[in-house]
């Protein structure tokens, strides 16, 4: 890894990218800090809360064990400083040069960061951010070329694009671009989904689950309930049980309702890829190798392939790059009670004719407005 000795990356709690990805921006640290003023913003269940600031403290963990500073502020550090404070008064202790962040989804968090570079006289880097499969630039040629964008054209441009479950001529695997009518099957009453894995709680969970409770207990739901991933390998385990289990009855029951089985044959890495615990490249290369060694139906596979590469996908960047959100909120505390914490349900079917919705930031990673874009 080479570093810049002047550099100092940003890392937000929803870019808890794989190390190799940040060891690409070379920083000499990296700054991390937990803002009581962003988990107060809204009511987000306290789920949600655990999930990104015991992620957070384990990413930390993570980086500082392969080598890299980390300057970090907890909650308990600066309970009442927001994070651009914070920021502003270590970079003022400082003798950085530079200032880098991966792309963040949310325009007034870029300016605020520009703001502080020139207030500090630092040249800032924006790196691409490896939450999306689609880039900005990408983005921008295909409204360009479309007057009404729809996620059926959308998804086609896509697959043929990123060359994803295409034939040598062009066409579509299997001889469709959806397999959206072969999903939509009943429960059977004698049909048992796999219970989604256990995830044991790590130390810093252990230490966030008090500390939400006894913070924010203005927040829906019971963080002692927590049973999210939190690190990296917990995750990637999480992929592969699904891979293993779900994954080939996913398309058959993608659309299924049950009241003793709310998560069905579903990923739920929505959460994971929000934060960016799972990156949308490496969910995709999972599923897709996993389809070469064994035999995949098509329709669970291109079901799959379409949440990630469509639905989520079509929701990568700020204002104009998002979808509608259609469905409800839950706020359960178990898997037992909803499908995840503080979740909004979103389902859009590729033969849709509803339009892109307008300049939001809904539905994006833990978007702007709170909500979790839970396509999987």
Same mark, same amino acid.
């Given at each position: 890894?080479?570093?810049?000795?002047?550099?100092?990356?940003?890392? &937000?709690?929803?870019?808890?990218?794989?190390?190799?990805?940040?060891?690409?921006?070379?920083?000499?640290?990296?700054?991390?800090?937990?803002?009581?003023?962003?988990?107060?913003?809204?009511?987000?269940?306290?789920?949600?809360?655990?999930?990104?600031?015991?992620?957070?403290?384990?990413?930390?963990?993570?980086?500082?064990?392969?080598? =890299?500073?980390?300057?970090?502020?907890?909650?308990?550090? *600066?309970?009442?400083?927001?994070? +651009?404070?914070?920021?502003?008064?270590?970079?003022?202790?400082?003798?950085?040069?530079?200032?880098?962040?991966?792309?963040?989804?949310?325009?007034?968090?870029?300016?605020?960061? %520009?703001?502080?570079?020139?207030?500090?006289?630092?040249?800032?880097?924006? =790196?691409?951010?490896?939450?999306?499969?689609?880039?900005?630039? /990408?983005?921008? %040629?295909?409204?360009?070329?479309?007057?009404?964008?729809?996620?059926?054209? +959308?998804?086609?441009? !896509?697959?043929?694009?990123? /060359?994803?479950?295409?034939?040598? /001529?062009?066409?579509?695997?299997?001889?469709?671009?959806?397999?959206?009518?072969?999903?939509?099957?009943?429960?059977?009453?004698?049909?048992?989904? @796999?219970?989604?894995? %256990?995830?044991?709680?790590?130390?810093?969970?252990? /230490?966030?689950?008090?500390?939400?409770?006894?913070?924010?207990?203005? =927040?829906?739901?019971?963080?002692?309930?927590?049973?999210?991933?939190?690190?990296?390998? !917990?995750?990637?385990?999480?992929?592969?049980? &699904?891979?293993?289990?779900?994954?080939?009855?996913?398309?058959?029951?993608?659309?299924?309702?049950?009241?003793?089985?709310?998560?069905?044959?579903?990923?739920?890495?929505?959460?994971?890829?929000?934060?960016?615990?799972?990156?949308? !490249?490496?969910?995709?290369?999972?599923?897709?190798?996993?389809?070469?060694?064994?035999?995949?139906?098509?329709?669970?596979?291109?079901?799959?392939?379409? %949440?990630?590469?469509?639905?989520?996908?079509?929701?990568? *960047?700020?204002?104009?790059?998002?979808?509608?959100?259609?469905?409800?909120?839950?706020?359960?505390?178990? @898997? !037992?009670?909803?499908?995840?914490?503080?979740?909004?349900?979103?389902?859009?079917?590729?033969?849709?004719?509803?339009?892109?919705?307008?300049?939001?930031?809904?539905?994006?990673?833990?978007?702007?407005?709170?909500?979790?874009?839970?396509?999987?």
């Amino acid at each position: 890894m080479t570093e810049n000795k002047q550099r100092l990356l940003v890392l &937000f709690g929803n870019q808890l990218f794989p190390n190799a990805l940040i060891d690409e921006t070379e920083p000499h640290a990296v700054f991390m800090a937990e803002s009581e003023a962003i988990c107060r913003r809204y009511a987000a269940h306290r789920h949600k809360l655990v999930l990104v600031l015991s992620a957070m403290r384990s990413k930390a963990d993570s980086l500082r064990e392969s080598g =890299h500073q980390v300057v970090y502020d907890t909650l308990e550090s *600066a309970p009442s400083k927001s994070f +651009f404070s914070i920021l502003d008064a270590h970079l003022e202790q400082s003798d950085y040069t530079e200032l880098a962040h991966f792309e963040p989804e949310s325009p007034p968090i870029a300016a605020k960061l %520009q703001t502080l570079a020139s207030k500090h006289d630092l040249r800032l880097h924006t =790196h691409p951010s490896p939450m999306f499969l689609t880039s900005r630039e /990408d983005f921008a %040629q295909y409204r360009a070329s479309h007057k009404r964008l729809f996620m059926a054209d +959308f998804y086609r441009a !896509q697959r043929k694009r990123m /060359d994803l479950l295409m034939e040598p /001529d062009g066409t579509p695997v299997g001889g469709k671009w959806s397999y959206d009518e072969d999903n939509r099957k009943k429960l059977p009453k004698g049909l048992v989904p @796999p219970p989604l894995p %256990q995830t044991e709680w790590t130390t810093h969970t252990a /230490d966030v689950v008090s500390l939400v409770d006894a913070r924010f207990p203005e =927040h829906p739901g019971k963080a002692t309930a927590f049973w999210l991933p939190t690190t990296e390998a !917990q995750a990637e385990r999480a992929l592969q049980a &699904f891979l293993d289990e779900r994954l080939s009855l996913f398309g058959d029951y993608e659309d299924a309702l049950s009241s003793k089985h709310p998560y069905v044959f579903h990923s739920v890495l929505s959460p994971l890829m929000n934060i960016g615990l799972l990156t949308p !490249q490496r969910v995709l290369h999972a599923a897709l190798e996993r389809a070469e060694a064994s035999k995949v139906p098509i329709n669970s596979l291109e079901g799959f392939v379409r %949440q990630v590469a469509g639905c989520v996908s079509s929701c990568a *960047a700020s204002g104009t790059r998002s979808l509608p959100i259609i469905g409800r909120k839950t706020t359960g505390d178990t @898997p !037992q009670s909803s499908p995840t914490a503080g979740t909004t349900r979103r389902r859009e079917s590729p033969r849709s004719t509803t339009p892109f919705a307008g300049p939001t930031s809904a539905g994006m990673a833990i978007t702007s407005n709170g909500s979790w874009c839970s396509a999987t």
